[in-house]
C-alpha cells in the first residue's frame, strides 16, 4: 500500500535527492577545502618566488658590477683619484649603492666613495666576516646584513677579492647595498598583489638575520627564533609552504623560496585566518546551504501535502466516478468543489474534469462516426471509389450540404474536381484553378498545410474574386482542407454550406482528422496502383532480358510445364515459339536429344541434376545445319521469400567457342612444344658435337654445324616472334608505322628473305603505274613472304608460283598463287585460325606452328584491309587487299 501512496512516493523521492546532495556536499566540502588551500598555498609561494626573482636579479646585477670594479686597473693600483671618478660613475648608476670602498692586503680602508666627514680612510676593517671570507675566495662574496659605520645605514656588502699576477691576495673592493631598497622592493611587489597588505615579506640572509622586511621595525633582527623550521630549510636550499607558530601561538601559513646567489632565503608570512579565510567561508557557506535544504524541504512537504497531495487524492476518486459511469455523490462534489474555486493549476484541473464529464460522450459519438467513416473509406484500393466515398462520408460526419475533393492534374497543371456531392454538373466542368492563385482557398490550404475557413464568401476579403462562382452555385461558406499526402499529386477537401456559418474548431479538427484518414486511404490507393503499374513494368523487363539472352532459358513449375523460354532456346530446338506452345519442359529437352549418342545416359544425367538441392550442370553436343553446338545445361531451383520451392529453371549455354579455345590452346601447347623441342635438339646436339675435346673438325664441318645452327636460331627466333606478334594483335596493341613504298620493292623484299627460296623464278603480274602504298613495310613484306613460303612448300615445285597486284576500287589487291594440291574445301574457312594446318599427307615434313596466315590476316586488318581464299579448281591463291589514300589508326 505504501508503494501506491503518491505521498510515500514523494517522500522518497525526495530523500533520493535529498541525500546525494547532503553527501556530495560533505565530499565537495572535503575536496573543495582541499583544492582551495592548496591554491592558497601555491598563491604564497608564487608571491615568495617573484621576490626570489627580483632580489636575485639585483644580487646577480650587484655581483656582476663588483666583477667589473675587480677587473679596473685603477681599483687593481689603488689610485686614488682614478678611484674617485670610477666609483663616482658607478655610484650614479647604482641608486641602491650607498658606499663604494677599497680595502689593502691588511685590511685598512684605503678609500670610499662617497666622502664625506665621517670618513673611515685608515680605519682596520680586517675584523669584518666579508674581509676574511674573501681572502680565502676567488670569487664574490655577499656579507651578512649590518649598519655600515660610514653611513650609517642597514647595508650588506657585495665583495670581490683583488690578487695579483702571482695570485697573491691585494685586498678587496666592496659595494655596500642598501637593504631599504630590497625593503623597497617587497613594498612594490606587494603593493600590486590584491591582498599583499595581508603578508609579511621577509628577506633573510645565510645567518638567518632578516635584511629586508615591509616594517622597518624587523630589519636585521633574527626570524629564526619564531620560524626556526623554515629558516632551517630556505637556507638549505628547500622550498615550500609550512604551518608555524609564532611565540604567542598565533597560526602562520609561511611559504620560502632560497636565494642560491647569496645563500638568502625568502619568506612569505600571514596568519592561516587570513589565508584560509576563503575555506572557512566555503565551508560554512556549505553548512548553511545543507541546512536550509533540509528545512526548506520540510516546509515544502508540508505545503505539497496540503495544497497538492490531498486534492490529488479527491481528484482521483472524482475521476474513477467517471471512468466507471457510475453516478458521482453529493460529498465528492463539495468536497471538489473548494478545489475548484482555487485560481491555481489545481482549481483549473477540477475545473477541467468537470467539462471533460460534460464532454466526453459528445467525443465517443463523434468518435464511432469518424471509425465508421473510415472503414467505409479505407474498404477498396480503386482511387475514383476510394474519392467518391470520401466525399460522401465527409457530408454525414461534418452535416454540410455539399462536399468536393480537387486534385492536381498533370496535364494541363491545374486543380480540378475529382469527386463530388451535391455539385451542379456545370460547376464541375468550369472549376479550373490555377496552382500559382494566391487567394483560392484550396490553394492556401495546400500551400500552408492547414484548414482555411469562409464563414461568409459575401464578407470576407480574400474571396472577392470567387463571388460570382459562389452565388451562381448558392453556398455562402467554405472550410478546405488539404489532404497530406505523400506519393499522390495535391488534393485538398472542400466542404460547402448554404448558408453563412460560424466553423467550431471542434468541427475544424474533425474535419481535418477525418482528411488525414482520406489521405491515408488516397495514398494507400495510389501505391497500390503504382505498385501495379511498377510490377507489369518489371515483369516485362524481366522477360525482355531473358529475350536478349545468348542462352535459352527455361523456367517450368513443379509439375514439368513451361512458365516461359526465351527466343534463342526455341531456336535451339529449330521452332517458332507459336508452334511450341504446349510443349513441356522435358519435351524441349527431348528435341535436344535427337540424335545425340548416350542419349539414355544423359537422360539419366538431367534428371538427377534438376532434381539435386543445388545448382547442377550437364553437357554434350548437338549438331544443327551441318555444324557441331558444344551445349551446357544449368539448372537452378526457384523459391519464394520463405525459401519454399515454386518451381526449376534450366540455362542452355552454347559453349561451342569456349571449346574451340580449349582446343586450340591444347593445339598451342603441342605445338609449341614441338617446334621449341625441333631447333633447339639441333642446337643443342651440333653445339654439343663442337665442343667434344676427342674430335678435331676440319673448317668445313664447323662451318657446316654452325651454319646449322645460326638457321635453327633463325627458326626458333621467327616462332617467338610469330607469338608474339600474334598476341599483339589478339590484345589489340599492334602497332602500324607507315612510311611511302612501291609495290614492287616489297615483292622484291619479300623474294629475297623468303626461306627456302622458290627453284623456279616465280611469275610476277604487277600493273603499270602502280600508285605508292603508305603501309608499314616491315609487316607487309612480313605478310608476302609468308605466303611465298606457304607456296613454295606446299605449291608444285617445277611450276612457278605467280604474284600479282592491281587496284580495285580504291584498294590495291596482292595475291600470291601456287599450283600445289590446293586446300580442300571443307578447311577453307579454318585457314586463318591460329595454330590450325592441313595435313594433305604430301608435305608432312614441313615444320610449322600454324600461325603464319592468322598473323598475315591481323597484319593486314591493322592496315584497313581484308584477306581471303580465292576459290580455284587447282593450287592455292591467296589475295590481301590494302586501301590507297586512306589513313587507318593502328589496331
Known sequence: MGRRDLGVQLLAIYLLFVLPIMIAALVFDIIGSARLQADVRAADLALARAV??????????????????????????????????????????????????????????????????????????????????????????????????????????????????????????????????????????????????????????????????????????????????????????????????????QEWLSSFIPIPSGGWGVIVQRPTAVAFATVTA??????????????????????????????????????????????????????????????????????SLQRMEQTIEERLTELSTLVDTSKAVVASLEPDIVLNRIVEQTSRLAGADTCAIVALEAEGNEFRIRASRGLSHAYISRLRIDPAEPNSPSMRAIRTRHPIKVEDTESDPTFHLFRPRARSEGYRALLAVPLLTQHAAPAALLVYYRDPHTFSEREVSLVWNFANHAAMAIENAELYARSDEQLQKQSRRLESLYESMADGVILEDLNGQVLFANKRMWALIGRRPESGRGLSAAEIREHLLEGVDHAAELRTAIEDALHADGPQSVEWNIERDGRRIDLRLQTFLVTDSNGNLIGRGQFFQ?????????????????????????????????????????????????????????????????????????????????????????VEDLVGRALQSAHPKPIVPPHLEIDDNLPALEVDIRKIEGVLRNLIENAIKYGDGDHPLTISARTRNGSMLISVSDDGPGIPAEYSHLIFTPFFRVENGLKRDSSGAGLGLSICQGFVRAHGGEIWLEPRSKGTCITFSLPLGTEVSHA
Open 282 to 351: 566555503f565551508h560554512h557557506g556549505l553548512l548553511a546551504a545543507t541546512f536550509t535544504i533540509v528545512v526548506g524541504g520540510a516546509l515544502f512537504w508540508f505545503a505539497l501535502s496540503r495544497r497538492v497531495i490531498q486534492p490529488l487524492v479527491l481528484l482521483t476518486r472524482f475521476s474513477q466516478t467517471i471512468g466507471e459511469s457510475t453516478e458521482l455523490k453529493n460529498q465528492e462534489y463539495r468536497a471538489l468543489q473548494h478545489i475548484s474555486e482555487r485560481q491555481d493549476q489545481m482549481g483549473s484541473l477540477v475545473r
Open 654 to 742: 552454347d559453349i561451342t567457342r569456349d571449346r574451340d579455345l580449349d582446343r586450340m590452346k591444347d593445339s598451342l601447347i603441342a605445338t609449341v612444344s614441338h617446334e621449341l623441342r625441333t631447333p633447339l635438339a639441333a642446337i643443342k646436339g651440333y653445339a654439343t658435337t663442337l665442343l667434344a675435346k676427342d674430335v678435331e673438325w676440319d673448317l668445313a664441318a664447323q662451318d657446316e654445324f654452325l651454319t646449322i645452327i645460326s638457321q635453327e636460331t633463325d627458326r626458333l627466333s621467327n616462332l617467338v616472334n610469330d607469338l608474339l606478334d600474334l598476341s599483339r594483335i589478339e590484345s589489340g596493341s599492334l602497332v602500324v608505322d607507315r612510311s611511302a613504298c612501291h
Open 52 to 249: 626570489a626573482l627580483e632580489t636575485e636579479a639585483k644580487l646577480s646585477d650587484a655581483i656582476y658590477t663588483i666583477e667589473q670594479m675587480a677587473a679596473n686597473p685603477a681599483v687593481q693600483s689603488a689610485n686614488q683619484s682614478a678611484m674617485l671618478q670610477y666609483f663616482e660613475s658607478i655610484s650614479n648608476a647604482r641608486p641602491d649603492v650607498n658606499l663604494i670602498y677599497r680595502l689593502g692586503p691588511d685590511g685598512i680602508m684605503l678609500f670610499h666613495y662617497p666622502l664625506g666627514p665621517g670618513s673611515t680612510v685608515g680605519v682596520d676593517f680586517s675584523f669584518r666576516d666579508y674581509f676574511q671570507d674573501a681572502r680565502r675566495a676567488n670569487r664574490p662574496v655577499i656579507s651578512k646584513g649590518r649598519i655600515s659605520p660610514t653611513t650609517s645605514e642597514a647595508v650588506t656588502t657585495a665583495v670581490m677579492p683583488l690578487r695579483g699576477e702571482d695570485g697573491g691576495f691585494m685586498g678587496i673592493v666592496a659595494t655596500n647595498i642598501r637593504l631599504q631598497s630590497l625593503s623597497d622592493t617587497l613594498n612594490a611587489i606587494a603593493a600590486e598583489n590584491p591582498l599583499g597588505q595581508d603578508y609579511q615579506i621577509s628577506i633573510i640572509d645565510a645567518t638567518g638575520q632578516i635584511i629586508a622586511d615591509r616594517n622597518p621595525d624587523r630589519l636585521l633582527i633574527m626570524l629564526s627564533e619564531d620560524s626556526p623550521e623554515v629558516v632551517h630549510d630556505v637556507l638549505l636550499g628547500q622550498e615550500g609552504t609550512q604551518i608555524t607558530h609564532s611565540s604567542d601561538q
